[in-house]
């Protein structure tokens, strides 16, 4: 074959650090935007972003050449810098460390599309944490329980509190 065909999805998730709700709705929608110029200068295909004021959800399509964790650094250096640079919260802005990424069949982008869409309705429900469980358990993901319920800052306390 002369040519490279290709159609892939990517459901990728990540947290403000501390799971603090930084993102305000004043600022949001300029942060999605930021985020998809990263994207776009990466020649990658966003599909959809959205969130809640803790993490956001990404559906994009990446090319074959993609280095997915190279992508993801970027767009969370580069868009937490941007936060602070413009002061849109009153404390530092960061991402917390990790995200979670899911391949996604053709048949499953509509779903994945309304549940990115709905993430305020989805959320009365479930906290951040939920979510994650189960997104791991449904694409099988292995996972220790007790790191993905605590924070970066949570382990270094308790690490800190066991040298004391």
């Known amino acids: 074959m002369p040519n490279t065909y ?5 459901h990728v998730v990540f947290a403000v650090r501390g799971r603090a ?8 929608e300029r942060l999605y935007q930021y985020i998809t110029g990263i994207i776009s200068s ?5 599909m959809i972003i959205n969130g809640m004021p803790d993490h956001i959800h990404i559906l994009m399509g990446p090319k074959p050449d993609c280095n997915l964790s190279a992508l993801i650094r970027d767009i969370k250096a580069n868009s937490s810098k941007w936060v602070n640079e413009n002061r849109f919260t009153n404390q530092k802005f960061e991402w917390q460390t990790g995200f979670s ?3 996604v069949s053709q048949s499953r982008i509509d779903g994945i599309v309304n549940y990115i869409l709905r993430q305020e309705q989805h959320h009365q429900d479930k906290s951040f944490t939920q979510e994650c469980v189960e997104n791991l358990n449904e694409y099988k993901v292995a996972f220790d329980p007790n790191f ?3 924070d970066f800052g949570d382990i270094l306390a308790a690490e800190n ?3 004391a």
């Open 6 to 10: 290709t159609q892939l999805y990517v």
């Open 21 to 28: 709700n930084l993102i305000s709705n004043l600022f949001k």
């Open 42 to 46: 990466k020649n990658q295909k966003l």
């Open 101 to 103: 990424a899911f391949s």
């Open 148 to 150: 993905l319920m605590k």
């Open 161 to 163: 509190e066991l040298v």
